[in-house]
């Protein structure tokens, strides 16, 4: 069993986050992680998660930046494993970093290169809550004051194509997307790739599967 909760962010962040939320098995278990357009920040509190995906495990007493998934990830969690997750809206995690977010396509990185921020103290802290009430309100905090110390903004172009890919379920062809947004299609690719996280082609295969997987 997998005791999983998940949280809304304070009205401030509701553009930016989708949810927090909070993993923690009672038993040794493989789950499969499968994509869901979106980048996440994970702090864990527990053991280690290993995945069968190289890269995208997650060690003991991290907070790790984990980018956007194109394939389904097998990971094996124990009763000693605890997470606690930001999960960012497709592409809003490009407000606080300049890292081009292709980098972490498929992958885990420290997420101290997104930030520095995003430290042993940061994790230290988080660690110490015990309510949702405070981690909520801290979560909401930490991103507050990271979004008014960065200069970074969400790509509005990149942006506005995902959300275009998204309106019409991903069944909209990539020129009529190019015409629409009156830019090129390698000026488009190179920014949706770095601001969204994972090439157009990709994003719409994601957003198909969702979309179908909404019906069932």
């Keep these: 069993m997998n005791i999983y909760q998940e949280f809304e962010p304070g009205n401030a962040l509701q553009n930016i986050v989708d949810?927090?939320?909070?993993?923690?098995?009672?038993?040794?278990?493989?789950?499969?992680?499968?994509?869901?357009g979106c980048t996440d920040l994970i702090f864990?509190?527990?053991?280690?998660?290993?995945?069968d995906i190289q890269q995208a495990g997650l060690s003991p007493e991290s907070i790790s930046a984990v980018g956007m998934m194109t394939e389904c990830k097998k990971v094996e969690v124990s009763p000693q494993s605890r997470l606690v997750g930001i999960r960012f809206k497709t592409g809003a995690i490009g407000a606080l970093t300049t890292l081009p977010l292709h980098k972490?396509?498929?992958?885990?990185?420290?997420?101290?290169?997104?930030?520095p921020t995003l430290n042993k103290a940061t994790w230290a802290k988080i660690a110490d809550l015990n309510s949702r009430q405070q981690l909520?309100?801290?979560?909401?905090?930490?991103?507050?004051?990271m979004n008014n110390n960065s200069d970074n903004n969400i790509d509005a172009i990149a942006a506005a194509a995902a959300a275009c890919?998204?309106?019409?379920a991903g069944n909209i062809p990539i020129k009529e997307l190019v015409k629409s947004l009156n830019i090129?299609?390698?000026?488009?690719?190179?920014?949706?790739?770095s601001g969204i996280g994972v090439s157009m082609k990709s994003?719409?295969?994601?957003?198909?599967?969702?979309?179908?997987?909404?019906?069932?």
């Design 203 to 216: 994003y719409t295969c994601i957003v198909r599967y969702l979309h179908t997987k909404s019906l069932i």
């Design 19 to 36: 949810c927090y939320w909070v993993s923690a098995p009672t038993d040794r278990q493989v789950q499969y992680i499968r994509p869901d």
């Design 136 to 145: 909520v309100s801290h979560l909401d905090q930490l991103l507050l004051k």
């Design 104 to 115: 972490i396509q498929d992958i885990n990185i420290d997420a101290g290169e997104l930030s």
């Design 184 to 193: 090129s299609r390698r000026q488009l690719e190179r920014r949706f790739r």
């Design 44 to 51: 864990n509190f527990g053991d280690t998660v290993s995945a």
């Design 165 to 168: 890919i998204r309106e019409y």
